[in-house]
């Protein structure tokens, strides 16, 4: 047993709590709990507690640099461990995986889910569906043999679209993940081909006949909507890196706001990327439709796109965090986005995202109030998942 003692509450001055833990679960939460005698204490006195942080988008098989090659299977490369201790070490204590090697990281989730691997737990879509001839099969897994036959599935067949995505959902995946994209981001301004919206809807009703949400990648707003159209429940990035469509009118947010669909604009992925030679800027346009959709009040994910090239796992979620708060959102529901929007976005609200009594046991000790700057998130004294301390920097 575990407690947690005197620990601030962000944004409410004054506010201390205590947390008991035991089992992985928070088994209390509040001022006045009598500590029993046989508990480990942790004295929090000056230190603020928040729930763990999640990376709603990305790619556990991925790798951040080009030094060696990405996606490769989870006993074939050493990205994998340091996708784990990376996240934990920055206080990521779940994640979504959106495109993957996906027998291999089934297998992965289970192995941390069970804990026989340390890790952040993790939410996983298995194969997904693109175009054949389109990104990323053909862009930036250059048409890879063996991530053809593992991650990839050519949906715009269109007799097999139904059956495929109930063969995905046999495999036991939280999420189906559909690419409806058209930019071509290693042979740019290439165009490569992309689904019809006929076949994205079908895609869609075929996930939500096997219970499970869809999440659809846009390079854009026209795309965005079609998929809201096609009732995507979450809609990856909002503006890519070298899209030439970058505004949103008033009734395309309306749009948006109306379908119900979570936005996961990942900005970080799109500014490491904006100053690509021959790439027009989207970035001042993004920070803008960023600022459109919360003040519409649509519910934004936070992901990183984390595990491509130049977006390590674990501090971009911080840079994540920096770039929304450079868009005008302030701090406070940025912390609100990070934990209980993305808890949802995983499907395991009940589960995350608070500290009420009840929920798995994840959580952050900072040293400093993240709901007056962002940043404090980076200040991170101890990290706690299922109730064991899994980073330590107390002294
Ligand atoms: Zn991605």
Redesign the pocket.
């Known amino acids: 047993m575990l407690v947690i003692k005197n620990a601030a509450v962000p944004g409410s001055p004054g506010n201390v709590t205590t947390l008991l833990l035991q089992d992985g679960i928070i088994q209390a939460n509040d001022t006045d709990i009598e500590i029993p005698a046989e508990a480990s204490v942790i004295n929090a006195q000056g230190l603020y507690v928040i729930p763990g942080l999640i990376d709603a988008?990305?790619?556990m098989g991925?790798s951040s640099t080009f030094d060696r090659p990405s996606c490769g299977l989870r006993h074939e490369t050493y990205d994998y461990a340091l996708a784990r201790s990376e996240f934990l070490k920055w206080g990521v204590t779940s994640v979504r995986t959106?495109?993957d090697q996906s027998g291999d990281m089934i297998s992965f989730r289970d192995e941390v889910r069970s804990g026989a691997v340390p890790g952040p737990r993790l939410t996983c879509c298995g194969p997904f569906l693109q175009a054949a001839g389109g990104h990323?099969w053909a862009t930036v897994y250059m048409k890879d043999p063996e991530l053809t036959k593992q991650a990839v599935v050519f949906a715009d067949q269109e007799d097999t679209i139904e059956r495929q995505v109930d063969r995905i959902a046999e495999m036991g995946v939280d999420f189906i993940k559909a690419f409806y994209a058209h930019i071509d981001k290693v042979h740019y301004p290439t165009a490569v081909p992309r689904m019809t919206k006929g076949q994205l809807r079908r895609i869609v009703e075929s996930a939500h006949r096997n219970g499970l949400p869809c999440a659809v990648?846009v390079d854009g707003p026209a795309e965005m909507m079609d998929a809201a159209d096609a009732g995507a429940d979450f809609i990856?990035?909002m503006v890519a890196a070298g899209s030439t469509e970058t505004k949103f009118t008033d009734e395309m947010v309306k749009k948006v706001k109306d379908s119900g669909a979570v936005v996961d604009p990942?900005m970080i992925?799109i500014l490491r990327f904006d100053q690509s030679p021959g790439f027009p800027s989207v970035w001042e346009d993004l920070k803008r439709a960023v600022r459109q959709f919360h003040d519409a009040g649509i519910p934004m994910a936070v992901?990183c796109?984390s595990?491509?090239p130049f977006v390590p796992f674990g501090e971009s979620l911080h840079d994540e965090m920096a770039c929304l708060s450079e868009a005008g959102i302030p701090a406070s529901d940025i912390l609100h986005m990070v934990t209980r929007t993305n808890a949802k976005v995983l499907g395991l609200s009940d589960q995350l995202g608070t500290l009420e009594a009840g929920k798995k046991a994840d959580l952050l000790l900072l040293g400093s109030d993240p709901s007056k700057d962002i940043r404090s998130t980076r200040d991170i004294r101890l990290v706690v998942q299922d109730g064991h301390i899994v980073t330590d920097r107390m002294v």
């Open positions: 988008h990305t790619h991925g959106c495109g990323p990648h990856e990035h990942t992925s992901g796109d595990g491509i």
